[in-house]
């Protein structure tokens, strides 16, 4: 059951509008106001200051109809600024309105909440489509990356021009790629592959990134004992470097920016909305212009800049992040101060998680094969001469169920395949992960690398729970493939033995 908002105030007039009864508070704010005998006296003249001619309409409306007024009002309070529901009520006598009771509560929470619930459909209204554009974007790129770095393969001797060209062109892409991983953060399809990190290391790389070759002065400022959280790396290195680029974007000629975060302690009913527990929140603040106050409610709106270059994704993928996350994320911004943006993320108590060294994959022992399920045309084509490139011999399926039997025949006629590369996505038929079920549940020992351009979907954040050994994101490059091989190679003897 949900509970009522707080009620700040209640009192009763009669129809000459004249205080007969008020609530503790009433007499209490009357007193503030230099009134300490409110009893029959106006209710106009007591909170003048509060009363305007439309109020004033509202009572005598509630006085003629006999019907129930609302009305929602922003006050200044010693506290702050609130937000106020108004509700008058008529009592009535002998079928008139004799009296009116007002009830005034205070919504401010509420409200704080329904614009944050508005704000989260506003973003979830354009996940699916920018989950599908960067899907296909990246497909695109992966035949276009593929191509490029054949052409400068085939041009690198004698031929400058040529190779200064594709470099551009690689520059370019690789731009490219990156606005795709940030549609792809910011889609529904980005799950955040979390697990225990520091936060130190992150935010000295996300400063390199966003800050390298500016007049911006950065101070870091981390708590010496700051708990490990619980987040996908990657992905808050990429809301830090966003935070970080708009404020170096708002101080073009240089200034100061502060990266700090510390350890803070959710109480119940706290204003963030957080469940009760231990958080860091992570503060980036400017010495900026500010924020006009006209636009601070939409700095989180997808596409939406001030800028008259940029892809206006920064804030609309932090929030992303962040809520994906299960934390918050807010602007504070004043002429006076600049603006600061505050994220929550929770922490752990697990311990980090290393990366050993992975041993030389003893890829003499491993048949030479590769079957590739991959439905783009010109991105089967480009993986299939980075593969032959590396020694192997390939065999490339645009359909799941037929790579499926591909599979299967080859294993059995004494041909298997080494390694599998399955695309997750495929048109008109089962897709990588169904493709790798069907397989393992007849040979557990398959060893395959998962690609898909969905950079964090939950097969890729988590390879080994689906079947996979290693996963390869598109647009890849000839080194990102050869890491991916040489990752899943080197699992081959784990896999056999389990």
Request: aromatic fraction near 6%; charged fraction near 25%.
């Amino acid at each position: 059951m949900e509970s009522s908002p707080p009620i700040l105030a209640t009192h009763l007039v009669d129809a000459t509008f004249c205080i007969q009864m008020a609530c503790p508070q009433t007499v209490a704010w009357a007193r503030r106001l230099g009134h300490d005998d409110i009893w029959g006296q106006n209710l106009f003249e007591v909170f003048d200051e509060f009363m305007n001619d439309e109020v004033q309409r509202e009572y005598e409306a509630v006085l003629a109809t006999g019907e129930v007024r609302h009305s929602t009002r922003r006050l200044s309070t010693e506290l702050g600024d609130i937000i106020t529901e108004i509700r008058k009520i008529p009592m009535l006598r002998y079928g008139k309105t004799a009296q009116i009771l007002t009830v005034v509560h205070n919504i401010t929470e509420q409200k704080v909440m329904e614009e944050r619930l508005l704000q989260s459909r506003k973003l979830e209204s354009l996940s699916v489509l920018a989950g599908g554009i960067a899907h296909d974007f990246n497909n695109l790129l992966g035949g276009i990356f593929g191509n490029l770095n054949l052409a400068r393969r085939r041009s690198e001797e004698g031929h400058a021009d040529v190779l200064r060209y594709l470099d551009r062109a690689m520059g370019a892409f690789e731009r490219a790629r990156h606005l795709s991983h940030q549609l792809l953060t910011f889609s529904k399809f980005g799950a955040p592959a979390r697990q225990p990190i520091r936060l130190l290391p992150v935010c000295h790389e996300a400063m390199e990134a966003a800050l390298s070759g500016s007049t911006m002065r950065c101070r870091l400022r981390l708590d010496d004992d700051l708990p490990l959280v619980n987040a996908d790396r990657n992905q808050i290195r990429q809301v830090l470097v966003n935070l970080l680029f708009n404020a170096r974007q708002a101080m073009p000629v240089g200034g100061k920016v502060t990266l700090s975060a510390e350890t803070c302690q959710i109480v119940t009913d706290d204003r963030t909305g957080l469940p009760p527990g231990q958080y860091v929140r992570v503060t980036v603040q400017d010495n900026g212009p500010g924020i006009p106050e006209e636009i601070l409610a939409l700095v989180f709106d997808p596409f939406f800049s001030t800028k008259t270059s940029g892809s206006g994704l920064g804030l609309a993928t932090a929030h992303s992040v962040v809520t994906q996350h299960g934390g918050v994320i807010s602007v504070e911004s004043s002429n006076e101060t600049g603006t600061a943006v505050i994220f929550y993320l929770e922490t752990t108590v697990a311990r980090e998680q290393f990366d050993a060294a992975a041993p030389p994959p003893r890829q003499s022992m491993v048949e030479k094969r590769i079957l590739l399920l991959e439905d783009d045309v010109l991105l089967q084509e480009v993986t299939r001469e980075f593969l032959e490139a590396l020694g192997w011999e390939v065999t490339a399926e645009s359909v799941g169920d037929v790579a499926v039997t591909r599979y299967i025949e080859a294993k059995e006629a004494g041909q298997p395949f080494g390694l599998v590369i399955f695309d997750l996505t495929v048109e008109g038929g089962i897709g990588g992960q169904e493709a790798m079920a069907r397989l393992r549940t007849k040979y557990p020992d398959i060893c395959g690398i998962v690609t898909s351009g969905y950079a964090d979907s939950p097969v890729l954040s988590n390879p080994e729970k689906f079947g996979f050994c290693a996963r390869l994101v598109k647009p890849y490059q000839p080194h990102e493939l050869r890491a991916a091989l040489h990752e899943a190679l080197s699992k081959i003897d784990t896999i056999k033995a389990s």
